[in-house]
């Protein structure tokens, strides 16, 4: 027989009288799902006389707790976008009395100080969609916004995207995102969501394995799951982020020189990109070869130095037939 109470606050003669209400039932056991330290503590302060177990990470309980490796999990996020290249990533943790949020905030911090990167001050959520839709708001308000953003749990990450796409900020070609937990349906975000999947399955087998290992007095060694890293749609690679805004940039330099040509009357002279050229017969035989060279290897196309263009243009022209015999022959 299995007994369910659940705890609405985290009062101590509340938990007290819920605790009392479950030891009415001859019950020989008590599993504490609870992610509120205050409710933790409680618990602790009811001096219960029985084996408890708990699930958490932390092992506030002293009896028996089950962790989810919520640090190594926010650990292993936080190195996956940097690995992607990615420096600047911002933290939405969860409330500030959850045990979870504080373990994996401790794991986002320490990854950025183990690579050298600053952990800006982290923004703090309820794990609503909610809370992550108004996060939206601050990041599309920074004139610079980060390239990438770890949310602690999918639904503030859900409210996340359509926070960012009411404001024409686009996941991930402008912010790449993680979220954590992979609840059902995460994989039909839009975009899917990359995210960290908790294995709850696993997590039932091993809280009860401990209970019983518990009342049968047997000595075991603690199970421990770490989150597993679900790579879909929603982080991009900032090289290629970069790759693509240069594209964008020689596309609309590109551009820029067609029109000049027009406006000179020479509208069908079209310049060409990524090193390709071309020539056209002008008015009177002569004729136009446009060139716009590829990057360089080595050359930091990012930021080119002054007098050497990121798209250079050069301009040939050669008298033709008819050219030539108006001029008598050319010069």
Excluded at 37 to 63: C, N
Excluded at 194 to 223: A, H, K, S, W, Y
Excluded at 262 to 268: A, I, T, V
């Amino acid at each position: 027989m299995i007994s369910i109470a659940t705890l609405l606050d985290s009062d101590p003669e509340y938990v007290r009288a819920s605790v009392e209400l479950l030891l009415a039932q001859s019950i020989e056991a008590v599993i504490v799902v609870a992610n509120r330290r205050s409710l933790l503590q409680a618990l602790v302060a009811a001096e219960l006389d029985l084996p408890v177990v708990a699930v958490e990470p932390a092992g506030v309980l002293a009896s028996s707790w089950v962790p989810i490796d919520q640090y190594a999990g926010a650990r292993r996020a936080t190195e996956y976008l940097i690995s992607q290249g990615h420096r600047d990533i911002v933290h939405l943790v969860g409330p500030e009395d959850s045990i979870d949020a504080a373990e994996r905030l401790r794991g986002w911090q320490d990854a950025m100080a183990d690579h050298g990167l600053s952990a800006p001050t982290p923004e703090v959520g309820n794990w609503s969609p909610a809370s992550g839709y108004a996060f939206a708001d601050r990041v599309a308000d920074v004139g610079v916004p980060p390239t990438a953003i770890l949310s602690g749990n999918d639904q503030m990450a859900l409210g996340l995207l359509h926070g960012l796409r009411d404001r024409s900020v686009r996941v991930p070609d402008d912010v790449s995102l993680v979220g954590f937990d992979d609840i059902p349906g995460a994989e039909h975000f839009f975009p899917p969501l990359t995210t960290m999947r908790q294995d709850f399955l696993q997590l039932g087998r091993d809280i009860m394995t401990t209970v019983l290992n518990q009342l049968e007095e047997i000595d075991q060694p603690r199970p421990r799951s770490v989150p597993e890293l679900i790579v879909r749609s929603s982080v991009r690679p900032q090289v290629e982020r970069v790759r693509l805004r240069l594209a964008g940039v020689r596309a609309a330099s590109a551009q820029s020189v067609g029109e000049q040509h027009r406006d000179h009357g020479q509208d069908q002279h079209r310049p060409l990109v990524q090193g390709q050229e071309d020539e056209h017969q002008g008015a009177g035989g002569a004729v136009t070869r446009l060139e716009v060279p590829e990057c360089e290897s080595g050359q930091d196309c990012d930021q080119p130095a002054a007098d050497q263009r990121d798209h250079q243009l050069t301009a040939t022209r050669a008298s033709g037939p008819e050219q030539q015999d108006r001029h008598g022959g050319g010069r």
